[in-house]
């Protein structure tokens, strides 16, 4: 049964999430603060974290960069981490932040449970920005 985390302030955000990737085999626990994130996978030990760009007081991008930081010094087992994009530029930071996979908001429950299925198999999934629009271009995985 996977688990998952989320990590966001925004109540709109959880109920997609949920709905797309909770059912009877999937379970998904949400906090609201970055901060809390590290804390949540001791109690929780999620099999994906989500991160919302932006959280209350520590966005997506530092919540990100302090899960591989503890992971680095074994503080937690190496986790999958699918970053929620506020536009397609952030892109960039996602990766350089070393994300496992990342979707452009708004996000749907297809292409939501798609990501996650592909991070749940030991595999990435970064999505294709249009570079005009700065919005997904297609379906297409990426690694």
């Not at 932006?54 to 919540?63: K, L, R, S």
């Not at 892109?91 to 996650?116: I, N």
């Not at 595999?123 to 249009?130: G, P, T, V």
Request: charged share 25%; glycine share 8%; with cysteine.
């Amino acid at each position: 049964m996977p688990t998952v985390l989320l990590a966001t302030d925004a109540d709109w955000i959880f109920d997609e999430v949920d709905a797309a990737l909770g059912d009877a085999d999937t379970t998904v626990y949400r906090v609201r603060a970055g901060i809390d994130v590290l804390g949540a996978i001791d109690e929780v030990a999620p099999d994906l974290v989500v991160l919302d760009q932006q959280i209350g007081n520590m966005g997506g991008m530092a919540t990100c960069m302090a899960i591989r930081n503890a992971e680095g010094i074994d503080r937690i087992p190496i986790t999958a981490v699918l970053m929620l994009l506020d536009r397609g530029h952030d892109a960039f930071l996602a990766r350089r932040h070393d994300a496992d996979g990342y979707l452009v908001k708004p996000v749907d429950a297809f292409r939501l449970r798609r990501a996650a299925t592909t991070l749940l198999a030991g595999e990435s999934w970064f999505e294709e920005i249009d570079p005009v629009s700065s919005q997904p271009a297609d379906l297409t995985l990426r690694g």
